[in-house]
């Protein structure tokens, strides 16, 4: 079974400085990575994917995320933070082999952007 | 394209009572997962379908069921409702070229079910 721990319920960050989110996992097989963000009443937006390949994966608005396999961790990173990057944020995997591709998410971290 | 649709927006129901949710999927998607997020959570996975058949279920009990019919769209029952069972239900649409499971999932907007 897979499991995915985000170490940070909440990050305060003032706008324009830098953020990282914080994701490790667990897993016994190979796993694709995700990172989803979530704005209130809203489902869920894919802001990136791991796959294969680079461990440094680029994905909307700014985001990019490192793959450290060694370490199991998936952080998230903006150089330089918006107000309307307020958000929650999750972490992701599913398997890569097997029947089906659920994901099992971790807890959520909710960015605050303050002016 | 319209992405995954969801209905009812929001849906009260009191204990003991039954509710059915429904979800469209992605025009070209042919998979769809059902996800029950409680309040500060994230999201947990209760099943999948396709071919019109559950193919994997996560760790719900059986008042939990679901239905995908020939258009690839998606029905989730819930019997004997609980407080618990209150939460953000989410859908989520894959497709599966050539018997491969694509790895990106696109999420609906959910239905807030609220038991009372």
């Known amino acids: 079974a897979q499991s995915v721990t985000q170490l940070d319920s909440q990050v305060p960050v003032f706008e324009e400085a830098p953020v990282e989110l914080r994701c490790n996992y667990s897993s016994s097989v190979s796993v694709y990575l995700f990172w989803y963000v979530q704005y209130p009443n809203q489902g869920l937006q894919l802001l990136l994917k791991y796959l294969s390949g680079s461990t440094l994966v680029k994905g909307i608005n700014g985001f990019e995320a490192e793959f450290n396999k060694s370490q199991t961790s998936f952080h998230l990173r903006k150089p330089s933070v918006h107000i309307s990057d307020t958000a929650e944020y999750f972490c992701?995997?599913?398997?890569?082999?097997?029947?089906?591709?659920?994901?099992?998410f971790g807890t959520g971290t909710q960015l605050k952007v303050e002016l | 394209d319209a992405g995954v649709t969801q209905s009812p927006t929001h849906l009260i129901k009191t204990r003991g009572q039954q509710v059915t949710l429904r979800c469209s999927p992605k025009?070209?998607?042919?998979?769809v997962s059902w996800y029950q997020q409680a309040l500060g959570q994230g999201p947990q996975f209760i099943f999948q379908?396709?071919?019109?058949?559950?193919?994997q279920r996560g760790n719900f009990p059986d008042r939990f069921s679901g239905h995908q019919f020939p258009n690839y769209s998606s029905e989730l029952n819930v019997n004997a409702l609980l407080l618990g069972d209150s939460a953000l239900y989410l859908c989520a649409s894959s497709f599966r070229p050539r018997q491969v499971f694509s790895y990106e999932q696109y999420f609906g907007p959910g239905t807030r079910l609220t038991v009372t």
């Open positions: 992701a995997v599913s398997r890569v082999t097997g029947g089906g591709n659920k994901l099992t």
């Open positions: 025009s070209g998607h042919d998979t």
């Open positions: 379908y396709y071919e019109e058949e559950e193919r």
